[in-house]
């Protein structure tokens, strides 16, 4: 390999030798082939893990519908009342929301596609951004309530999620600290 | 419980330092069924290992995470709460807080700090600046931990720490309280009144008014230009101790300058926000989009020429702002004649260098620089009266003087 044949790479042998070691340089890309392949590791998992079999909770990519990521809420046998109740909770809530963003962006799209076709109708070929500020204004307007009702409810059920998640947070800490002396 | 496994390859420095109990084994190969993020060139033999961040935190961190020559690959299902990279929690707080835009709070006040007609105090003036990032990290986080569901919509705010799971929410919440606190006490102990109550004024209306009306009505937009005018202010009370006409002027010309850049910021994101059910001029009135943005530019033209007038600056400040700004009002009428991916975002990028320049030469063209008043009248009055043993420093406010009276007074002997 061009390695043997390179002079020690002390400071008296780099100045000496420099037009050598420049004449054998090798580029990025050779010595990445050349180098041992290190093998990457890898974290986490390629698929949703059992919730019993796993000692955290797991989050996945992105769902392609409601653009929600999903959870895995992991327990076990001493789980307690509040955590259990938690862990329930959040399952409810994920559910929900995820379930009204899948109806909401499927809405979303087949109104889009709608409105695209309408105009194609009439004769406009390619619909420029002003044509669909029409559209848009109009889903957000036919909408409007619905948006309030989520809203109201995703701000309630959040801080439930967080209230409950502190209890639970004090029960484990002041159990940790009860179970050490 | 566990997968089955064919065929183990451990990553030897793996081994000694992972609980084995603890560790999820799969072994991902090529005839597995492949996701979209799972990397094209994966090995047969590689083994995907879970370390749950409460293990990577509390122990010794495996050396392949520390050690940065080894690839790290992260796989589709990561254990919830997890850093992404060896820097540590750090780098996730910055995340939570929006650390750039937060800087850019910090600066201003600075610039209305530095503004303000009285004498420089370095402590109050850390305290100060300090105090309002805090405050502005604490914000950022509680407008983060309500957000989720929408910014995951969003293609610009899906990779942010709560979406992906790397931070809890009550994590974050918890950061944001912390931080409030301390911020607020910074401002309140550390600088004065008018300033803590500006500074907590200002999270109430991000978090409580601005963050719920994104997504009831377009007056959202002036609101947070509310929000963004009032750090300024907050560091001209903190020098100065009150407010008046130069400071008005001062937030004026940010609270203007919040609709072009905010409206070129959302011309390009109409769809994401309409689907994800944002409220915003961009989507639902588009010519008042236009219109806003170049009306405000012109005020920020019209204020600055104002600004010697209120006796902030001197008169060059009119003429050396004159080429900056008819620069941006010129971008706006280009953005008002032809609204296009094109022009909105050359009006965002030139609002960012705007801002900064316009602080700068605000500063440069400062009318009086107020230095602290001659301490040596206060000393011959001490020494020439034994029996006076108080003599009130005449200049700065500084907060310390309510918590500390004796030491002040001591200290002015």
């Given at each position: 390999m061009n390695r043997n044949s390179l002079p020690p790479r002390t400071i008296s042998s780099l100045l000496k030798h420099w037009s050598r070691r420049y004449a054998t340089e090798q580029t990025q890309a050779t010595h990445a082939q050349t180098r041992p392949k290190k093998s990457p590791v890898y974290v986490g998992l390629t698929q949703p893990p059992?919730?019993?079999?796993?000692?955290?909770?797991?989050?996945?990519?992105p769902d392609a519908k409601s653009n929600l990521r999903p959870y895995v809420r992991h327990?076990?046998?001493?789980?307690?009342?509040?955590?259990?109740?938690?862990?329930?909770?959040?399952?409810?809530?994920?559910?929900?929301?995820m379930d009204f963003w899948t109806k909401h962006n499927k809405r979303f799209y087949e109104e889009k596609d709608d409105f695209i076709r309408l105009h194609?109708?009439?004769?406009?070929?390619?619909?420029?951004?002003?044509?669909?500020?029409?559209?848009?204004?109009?889903?957000?307007?036919?909408?409007?309530?619905?948006?309030?009702?989520y809203n109201i409810s995703w701000y309630l059920k959040n801080f439930d999620m967080l209230t409950l998640a502190f209890a639970v947070h004090v029960q484990s800490t002041v159990n940790r600290f009860r179970r050490k002396p | 419980m566990f997968r089955r496994l064919s065929k183990l390859t451990i990553c030897d420095h793996l081994t000694t330092?992972?609980?084995?109990?603890?560790?999820?084994?799969?072994?991902?190969?090529?005839?597995?069924?492949?996701?979209?993020?799972?990397?094209?060139?994966?090995?047969?033999?590689?083994?995907?290992?879970?370390?749950?961040?409460?293990?990577?935190?509390?122990?010794?961190?495996?050396?392949?995470?520390?050690?940065?020559t080894k690839s790290l690959e992260f796989?589709?299902?990561m254990p919830s709460p997890y850093t992404s990279n060896a820097s540590g929690p750090l780098s996730q707080y910055k995340k939570l807080s929006k650390f750039r835009l937060t800087s850019l709070v910090v600066i201003t006040t600075m610039g209305g700090y530095a503004l303000a007609p009285a004498a420089f105090d370095l402590a109050t003036f850390a305290m100060c600046s300090l105090g309002t990032g805090l405050v502005s990290a604490a914000a950022n986080s509680i407008n983060q931990y309500h957000?989720?569901?929408?910014?995951?919509?969003?293609?610009?705010?899906?990779?942010?720490?709560?979406?992906?799971?790397?931070?809890?929410?009550?994590?974050?919440?918890?950061?944001?309280?912390?931080?409030?606190?301390?911020?607020?006490?910074?401002?309140?102990?550390?600088?004065?009144?008018l300033t803590a109550a500006l500074g907590a004024g200002n999270l109430f209306l991000y978090t409580s008014v601005y963050t719920p009306m994104k997504r009831m009505s377009i007056a959202n937009t002036w609101v947070g230009s509310i929000v963004g005018a009032i750090p300024p202010l907050m560091g001209w009370a903190g020098c100065a101790g009150s407010l008046d006409a130069g400071a008005m002027i001062l937030a004026g010309i940010l609270y203007a300058w919040q609709f072009p850049h905010f409206n070129a910021l959302s011309w390009n994101l109409r769809p994401d926000y309409s689907r994800a059910g944002y409220r915003m001029m961009a989507v639902t009135n588009p010519g008042l989009c236009r219109r806003t943005a170049l009306r405000?530019?012109?005020?920020?033209?019209?204020?600055?020429?104002?600004?010697?007038?209120?006796?902030?600056?001197?008169?060059?400040?009119?003429?050396?702002?004159?080429?900056?700004?008819?620069?941006?009002?010129?971008?706006?009428y280009k953005f008002h004649q032809k609204s296009d991916s094109g022009s909105s975002r050359k009006l965002f990028r030139f609002s960012l260098i705007h801002l900064p320049a316009l602080m700068l030469l605000f500063l440069a063209n400062k009318k009086h620089w107020y230095f602290k008043d001659d301490t040596e009248t206060n000393d011959e009055t001490v020494k020439s009266d034994k029996s006076l043993i108080s003599a009130l420093p005449k200049s700065t406010p500084s907060g310390l003087e309510k918590v500390l009276p004796v030491a002040v007074t001591e200290g002015s002997r």
């Open positions: 059992e919730a019993e079999s796993v000692s955290c909770d797991y989050i996945g990519p327990y076990d046998e001493n789980e307690t009342e509040m955590a259990k109740k938690l862990r329930l909770l959040r399952i409810e809530v994920e559910k929900w929301n194609k109708l009439n004769g406009s070929e390619e619909l420029t951004a002003d044509q669909m500020s029409v559209f848009y204004k109009t889903f957000l307007d036919k909408n409007r309530r619905i948006h309030l009702m | 330092q992972i609980i084995p109990a603890q560790i999820n084994l799969i072994r991902c190969s090529a005839s597995a069924r492949p996701t979209d993020n799972c990397k094209s060139a994966v090995p047969l033999e590689a083994l995907s290992v879970a370390v749950p961040a409460h293990i990577l935190n509390n122990e010794q961190q495996p050396q392949a995470i520390r050690n940065p796989l589709p299902w957000e989720v569901p929408f910014d995951s919509q969003m293609s610009r705010t899906k990779n942010r720490v709560l979406v992906t799971g790397q931070i809890t929410p009550l994590k974050a919440v918890g950061f944001a309280v912390v931080s409030a606190t301390t911020g607020l006490s910074m401002l309140y102990f550390g600088v004065n009144g405000y530019s012109v005020a920020i033209g019209a204020l600055s020429i104002l600004a010697p007038v209120a006796d902030v600056t001197n008169y060059w400040f009119a003429l050396e702002t004159l080429p900056l700004n008819a620069y941006f009002c010129y971008l706006a």
